[in-house]
């Protein structure tokens, strides 16, 4: 539904109701009243300036910096509230507390802002406000820019006046307590080494009356809009923190204390020291591992990253605290000077606010499944900060296949909505910023390192815009993406070989490992797939995919019928020379040229026509026992599309042997060796290879948490359909698991599924069959129940709906009953209890 009233306001409260009419159109009660408000919407809103410490025009990488004012107010408030921006980030503070952090990186032309509540932080008489502001210099993640903060707080009181408070020369600024000499951690994003001198932290600096007698005026740099920062946009999603105490912490003998918080977090360590000697330096290292003396090891899964941290104690009590989060599990502090117990150490995770109800749970007779399942869905909490990661170690960056993995599994597994929007958002820019001419999309966005794609992730980015539509029901989303989407479409079509019908060389990734395609990454999860082609299978597939899926959003979109027809006539074109230059029989070939092929067949090579619906149907069972047979031979990174490929096959038991593995590639080998959180690469501990010989790669890639939803949607058997989770179907698996329960939500609400395989003491006579099910309000269902028997009987809440070959009465509810492979019944909304006999 469009909004069609009067304009919106800025800075403005809303408040709506609704009601809904029944078949009969009679009207529903109004609803209780609910509510939502608006930002600053337009550049003249903005009264405050962008300000700064005195600089000479060369920015330190890694600056830290306080800002303040006092402020008096002389009646009692009604509503405040502050939109603020930084670049990078800022911690903002009323009278000595901490209220907000943000905001999210992004270009300074299309800066994100964020609205933060002051009515209950704020007093009547003296008050004080400030922000430790953080500027990292680019990277991943971190696009150039300049230091800069701005805030801008309307106040509103009792009485009915009003009062704007804004960032100008006012303000005064100092430097923070971080030293900017130190290293940066790692090559790939632009955060420092935190190395902290607790002896300068400037106690109080956010609570009335402290004295800034030291403390110089803030430099402005320019009104809002000002170069670099000609655009303010409103940030709709947020990053909460919460503490999490050590499982355990060891005192070694050589004096050092390790704590362990039991798996990995992205967080934020924080320590107390008690009795703390003037100028004594502390040594920390975060990590993943531990040596074999116990203590933390510096690079063994960290990815070549300096995970260490210093700090100078004060006399007495101090906090270190830094300001950037890590991966984390282990926390090495070296010589603290005095003995630790666990209550003065703790690990403030971070993760993207996500709803808190109706997320989606899995339990079934296999442990290994229920811990896989819950394995990916810490991964997938985690992978997601003010943007998707990479990781939340080493490259914080939000690559676009990354993302879009950890997209299916945080919208099926918590209902997230805001942080796919934004990044969809975020990758349609890279779009115009960087490739507007050539169809493509960055990798990597935001970034620091300008221009730069993947083929592959460039072609995947109609099937995320497609999968988010489907299960949100975002038109708006939908619209804005489908020129990029075309533009795709576009791309792939000018690779097309005139004679043999097939993506020949397609053209991206240019001069690197990536280029013409990546595969699969690392390189070893490629598994010797044959990239020595003009055409590259996978390439193909996701082609023929992107095609397909142009198709379908020009229907959605009501285009022109020769729109459609055009898109789903070049996807036959694809399909049909894919099938009749890679297909060998029962397994597909890796590439070929117009004149050879490959006798190279790997699992990615025929899992992906598959999981894409290219394989003829009458090759479908001997493709899929052929990917079955080979096992896991396919990384994080592209392990859905060998998931879906069995799903599509029909293949429940197939999917349970992959997933609960323990002896090879997969997620319960992570578990086997320790590992708390879904790699980048299966092989990050190979035991066959010495320890100085093994791949270090990430051990906290969310990308391979995508097992959920194939844990949801193949072995708990809920499957959304329809647009919105207008339709659901509940198609419980006939073989790999005896029972499973669990839950989905979906737009309409959490959809509950609870079922159990009963075999009877004598093999001979036939399975029992139990299943509940709970369909939120306007949702309909069909149930596919897992029997052949033509002679069944089927009941719903006990009353038989099917006895032998003849139906019985329908129950309230059902609308329908089917007898084909399965047993189906079409339901409405409600609360159901089958069973077959």
């Not at 009233?5 to 009243?33: F, I, N, Q």
């Not at 809103?45 to 008096?72: C, H, K, M, N």
């Not at 959003?553 to 890679?582: S, V």
């Not at 100085?692 to 949607?713: F, Q, Y």
């Amino acid at each position: 539904m469009t909004y069609g009233g009067p304009a919106l306001e800025s800075g403005t409260v809303y408040y709506w109701a609704v009601r809904v009419w029944d078949e009969a159109g009679k009207p529903s009660e109004w609803s209780e009243p609910a509510c939502w408000e608006t930002g600053l919407r337009h550049a003249d809103d903005w009264q405050a300036s962008w300000i700064r410490r005195p600089e000479d025009g060369s920015f330190q990488r890694g600056q830290f910096t306080y800002v303040r004012r006092p402020l008096t107010i002389e009646t009692e408030i009604d509503r405040a509230r502050a939109y603020v921006s930084a670049s990078h980030q800022y911690e903002l503070s009323v009278n000595g507390t901490q209220v907000d952090r943000g905001p999210s990186f992004s270009y300074p032309d299309y800066q994100y802002y964020k609205t933060v509540s002051l009515t209950d932080a704020l007093v009547t008489g003296e008050n004080a406000v400030g922000a430790l502001v953080h500027w990292s210099g680019e990277g991943q993640g971190r696009p150039a820019a300049e230091p800069g903060f701005i805030c801008q707080i309307e106040l509103r009181f009792a009485d009915g006046t009003e009062r704007t408070v804004v960032t100008d020369g006012s303000w005064l600024v100092r430097t923070a307590e971080w030293r900017e000499d130190a290293p940066l951690r790692n090559d790939e994003i632009a955060e420092p080494v935190e190395r902290i001198d607790g002896r300068a932290e400037p106690n109080g600096w956010s609570e009335p009356g402290f004295d800034t007698e030291t403390w110089e005026a803030a430099a402005v740099v320019g009104t809002h809009p000002t170069e670099p920062w000609t655009r303010l946009v409103a940030q709709n999603c947020d990053v909460v923190r919460s503490p999490v105490e050590p499982a355990s912490i060891d005192h070694l003998g050589s004096g050092s204390y390790v704590v362990d918080f039991g798996r990995i977090y992205a967080g934020i360590p924080a320590v107390r020291f008690e009795a703390g000697d003037d100028g004594h330096r502390v040594k920390l290292k975060a990590g993943y591992r531990r040596d074999d003396d116990g203590t933390v090891a510096e690079t063994d899964g960290t990815q070549w990253t300096d995970m260490s941290y210093e700090y100078v104690q004060p006399e007495g009590e101090g906090w270190f605290r830094p300001f950037n989060s890590l991966g984390i599990r282990y926390l090495q502090i070296d010589d603290p000077g005095e003995s630790l117990d666990t209550d003065q150490v703790r690990l403030l995770t971070r993760r993207n606010s996500v709803p808190d109800t109706g997320a989606a749970t899995f339990e079934s007779a296999n442990e290994t499944v229920d811990s896989v399942f819950e394995l990916a869905r810490h991964s997938a909490l985690y992978g997601c900060q003010e943007q998707f990661v990479d990781t939340p170690t080493r490259e914080k960056g939000q690559f676009l296949l990354d993302a879009f993995n950890i997209s299916q599994t945080t919208t099926h597994a918590f209902a997230e909505r805001r942080l796919t929007r934004k990044a969809i958002a975020e990758f349609i820019r890279s779009h115009y910023r960087y490739w507007a001419c050539e169809g493509r999309l960055n990798a990597v966005y935001p970034n620091g390192d300008g221009k730069r794609d993947i083929p592959e992730f460039t072609v995947s980015f109609p099937e995320w815009v497609w999968q988010y539509y489907r299960i949100s029901g975002d038109r708006q989303t939908l619209d804005v993406a489908y020129p990029v989407v075309q533009s795709v479409a576009a791309y792939v079509e000018r690779h097309v070989d005139g004679d043999t019908g097939l993506v020949m060389h397609l053209s991206g990734g240019d001069n690197s490992c990536y280029e013409e395609g990546i595969i699969d990454w690392p390189p070893e999860m490629r598994y010797g797939y044959d990239r020595d082609w003009a055409a590259r299978t996978t390439v193909n597939v996701l082609c023929a995919g992107a095609l397909g899926r142009a198709a379908d959003i020009a229907a959605a979109l009501d285009r022109p019928e020769c729109e459609q027809a055009h898109y789903r006539d070049r996807r036959r074109d694809l399909r049909d020379a894919i099938d009749a230059h890679l297909r060998r029989g029962d397994r597909y070939v890796d590439g070929c040229d117009a004149a050879d092929a490959s006798t190279s067949t790997s699992q990615h090579a025929s899992a992906l026509p598959l999981a894409f619906d290219l394989v003829p149907k009458a090759h479908v069972d001997t493709v899929a026992d052929r990917v079955a047979a080979d096992g896991m031979k396919m990384g994080p990174m592209t392990v859905r599309w060998l998931l879906g490929a069995l799903a599509t096959a029909d293949r429940p038991e197939a999917v349970v042997d992959l997933v609960t593995d323990a002896e090879t590639d997969g997620w319960a080998n992570i578990l086997a060796q320790g590992g708390t959180f879904t790699w980048e690469s299966w092989r990050c501990r190979d035991p066959s290879l010495p320890a100085d010989h093994r791949h270090n790669r990430s051990e906290s890639h969310a990308m391979g948490s995508t097992v959920l939803v194939s844990i949801l949607r193949t072995l708990l058997g809920v499957r959304p359909d329809g647009i919105a989770g207008e339709h659901v179907e509940i198609r419980p698996p006939a073989t790999g698991l005896t029972s499973a329960s669990g839950q989905m939500p979906t737009e309409r609400g959490t959809v509950e599924v609870a079922w159990t395989h009963e075999a009877n003491e004598t093999p001979a006579d036939s399975p029992k069959f139990r299943l509940e099910t709970t369909i939120p309000w306007n949702t309909s269902a069909t149930v596919a129940l897992p029997t052949r028997e033509r002679d069944a009987t089927v009941t719903a809440d006990g009353e038989p709906i099917q006895s032998g070959m003849r139906a019985t009465a329908l129950a309230d509810g059902i609308t329908s009953v089917q007898d084909g492979k399965r047993f189906e019944v079409d339901l409405t909304s409600g609360t159901y209890r089958f069973a077959v006999e």
